[in-house]
C-alpha cells in the first residue's frame, strides 16, 4: 500500500450521524494532517496530530493516531450536510523539516438530509 | 485569518504555450509549495522552496517546471511549454518555519486546461 491511504474510499450517511476514516501509513512519521476539500476547492487544513500524541480533539473532530499500527483515524460527530467532502490524511517525513506532504487516495463523503 | 491566494483561479491555454501560475504566501511563512491534482487523483507534490532555492523536487518537476519568488510576496510556478497531461488543479501552499506545528495553508488552486 501507499503512503498514506485511507479508507473507505467511499462513505454516505446521513446528517446527525457519526462519520469515520481511517488512514494508514508506511514509513515513520513526525505528525500526521487530515485535510478536507470540498468538490473543486483548495484544500483545507483541519488537525494535525504528532507522534508521540495518541488523541486530538478540535471541536466535531477527533483523531486517533496509533504509530505502532501504523494508522490513524478521523471521527466527525453529528455530521451536517456541509461536511460533505473529501476527506485526505497527510504525512510529511519525519526528518523534522518542513517538506513534502505524501497525501492519500481520501474517502469521499456524502451526508444526506 | 491569513490565507493563501492564487491566481488566476481558471486558466485555459493552448499546448505548447507558457504558464505562470502566481500565488502570495502567508507573508511569515518561509516555506511554499506547489502540489497538483489531476482530476480525480491524489493530490502530488512538485516543488518545495526555502530560502530562495528549492529545497526539494519531485519528479513531475522537470525542466518544463520553474518556480520563483520575484519579490517578497509573490511565487510563481512557470510551466515552460505546456502539454495536454499538464492540466490539473494547482495548488500552492506555504507553512511555518518546521511546518510542524500549524500544519499547511493551502490557496484555492489554479484549475488550468490545457487544449
Known amino acids: 500500500s501507499q503512503q498514506g491511504e485511507e479508507d473507505p474510499q467511499a462513505l454516505s450517511i446521513q446528517e446527525g450521524e457519526n462519520a469515520t476514516m481511517n488512514c494508514s501509513y508506511k514509513?515513520?512519521?513526525?505528525?500526521l494532517q487530515w485535510y478536507r476539500q470540498n468538490s473543486g476547492r483548495g484544500l483545507v487544513h483541519l488537525i494535525l496530530?504528532?507522534?508521540?500524541?495518541r488523541e486530538k480533539h478540535s471541536g466535531r473532530l477527533r483523531v486517533t493516531l496509533d504509530t505502532s499500527k501504523k494508522s490513524s483515524s478521523l471521527l466527525i460527530t453529528a455530521s451536517r450536510a456541509a461536511d460533505t467532502a473529501s476527506y485526505f490524511c497527510?504525512?510529511?517525513?519525519?526528518?523534522?523539516?518542513?517538506?513534502?506532504?505524501?497525501f492519500g487516495t481520501g474517502t469521499r463523503l456524502q451526508v444526506t438530509l | 485569518e491569513p490565507e493563501v491566494t492564487q491566481t488566476p483561479s481558471h486558466q485555459v491555454t493552448q499546448m505548447g504555450q507558457e504558464v505562470i501560475l502566481r500565488c502570495v504566501p502567508i507573508s511569515n511563512h518561509l516555506y511554499f509549495y506547489w502540489y497538483r491534482q489531476i482530476l480525480g487523483q491524489k493530490v502530488e507534490f512538485l516543488v518545495s522552496f526555502y530560502n530562495n532555492e528549492i529545497s526539494e523536487k519531485s519528479e513531475i518537476f522537470d525542466d518544463q517546471f520553474s518556480v520563483e519568488r520575484p519579490d517578497g510576496s509573490n511565487f510563481t510556478l512557470k510551466i515552460r511549454s505546456t502539454k495536454l497531461e499538464d492540466s490539473a488543479m494547482y495548488f500552492c501552499a506555504s507553512s511555518d518555519p518546521l511546518g510542524l506545528y500549524y500544519g499547511y495553508t493551502f490557496g484555492s488552486g489554479t484549475r488550468l486546461t490545457v487544449v
Open positions: 497527510a504525512t510529511p517525513p519525519s526528518t523534522g523539516t518542513a517538506s513534502k506532504l505524501t
Open positions: 496530530i504528532r507522534s508521540n500524541e
Open positions: 514509513t515513520s512519521i513526525n505528525n
